[in-house]
């Protein structure tokens, strides 16, 4: 049997639209989970442990629970920016009665769609541009400006490496603003 000298923790997430969260009914997953819901979730936990030294945060499990009660698009982007502030919100009573250190939190994370709807980059896409886009970009990035996750999709027609170029900096400057976001809500709520 080996044993490991450092035991470290694990962040996973949970994803789910509920019932009435989109216009015609969403049936409970209830004996089984589809492809489309386990890929949401490993993106949310993915991009979450990129704000967490896991080896710090001990022999603890966070599982981030990302309910959707309106789905109009974003709905994974959105559950890693809101995820962020839980699992802050969440970890911060611990490392003020010192159960965990400070730097068991590295830099913050937020994430954002962005489309090319008539050759023009759109961000945060409702289900109606979702739609009609002609590329879907999934952007995660860290409040460094580096990207933790990517997810670009030609819905049509191939798009071209200035489009790509034009749809990365759009979502740089939202992810920015989101993390701004993120840390006032988290600065008001502690």
Not at 5 to 32: F, K
Not at 121 to 129: A, G, M, N, Q, V
Not at 135 to 145: F, H, K
Request: aromatic share 4%; hydrophobic share 40%.
């Amino acid at each position: 049997m080996k044993h490991r000298q450092h035991p470290g923790g694990w962040l996973t997430a949970e994803y789910a639209l509920l019932p009435r969260s989109t216009q015609i009914r969403t049936l409970r997953e209830t004996a089984g989970l589809r492809g489309r819901t386990q890929e949401i979730r490993r993106l949310i936990g993915r991009s979450l442990r990129a704000a967490v030294d896991l080896q710090k945060l001990g022999e603890r499990t966070c599982i981030i629970d990302c309910d959707v009660l309106q789905a109009d698009g974003g709905t994974r982007t959105a559950s890693i920016t809101g995820g962020y502030v839980a699992l802050i919100l969440a970890l911060q009573p611990l490392i003020l009665a010192g159960s965990l250190p400070p730097d068991v939190l590295k830099t913050p994370v937020a994430a954002i769609s962005v489309g090319m709807i008539q050759g023009q980059p759109i961000l945060d896409l409702c289900y109606t541009e979702d739609s009609q886009a002609e590329v879907d970009l999934n952007v995660v990035m860290n409040a460094d400006g580096n990207f933790i996750e990517i997810q670009g999709t030609a819905e049509r027609t191939p798009f071209y490496r200035n489009q790509l170029n034009q749809m990365l900096d759009l979502a740089s400057t939202a992810c920015s603003d989101l993390i701004f976001k993120q840390q006032q809500i988290i600065t008001s709520a502690l």
